[in-house]
């Protein structure tokens, strides 16, 4: 799993939510961070699952292009039940209070 990258929003503290904001410059060097680490540990997928949200399909596009597998089906869900922190929460089964201290870092892949 892979957070989106930065936003605009993000650098002014914003909450995004479900406001489509795009990733800022800082975003997409994240995000080619994060391209980077799948890579060189060479990481290969069978799907991919993103949010409709802009930031995270690019995010996805660049670590998917980087890692050769630009042709990966890609399922594009508005659901909460995907969102990262949700995800954390469930597999590491942590209380709401847990998970609200645990900072979910964009460009650091978690793996499971």
């Known amino acids: 799993m892979v957070r989106h990258s930065e936003t605009a929003w993000n650098k002014e503290n914003k909450l995004c939510g479900w406001f489509d904001a ?3 410059k800082k975003g997409i060097q994240e995000a080619h961070a994060a391209d980077q680490t799948l890579k060189r540990k060479g990481y290969q997928f069978d799907t991919a699952l ?4 802009t930031r995270a399909q690019h995010t996805l596009k660049v670590i998917l292009e980087e890692i050769e597998q ?3 089906p890609v399922e594009k869900t508005w659901r909460l039940k995907w969102r990262l922190r949700g995800i954390v929460k469930h597999l590491d089964k942590l209380s709401d209070e847990a998970i609200m201290g645990i900072n979910l870092l964009n460009r650091i892949p ?3």
């Open 22 to 24: 795009p990733s800022s």
């Open 50 to 53: 993103t949010s409709v949200l």
């Open 70 to 72: 630009s042709s990966l």
């Open 110 to 112: 978690f793996v499971y």
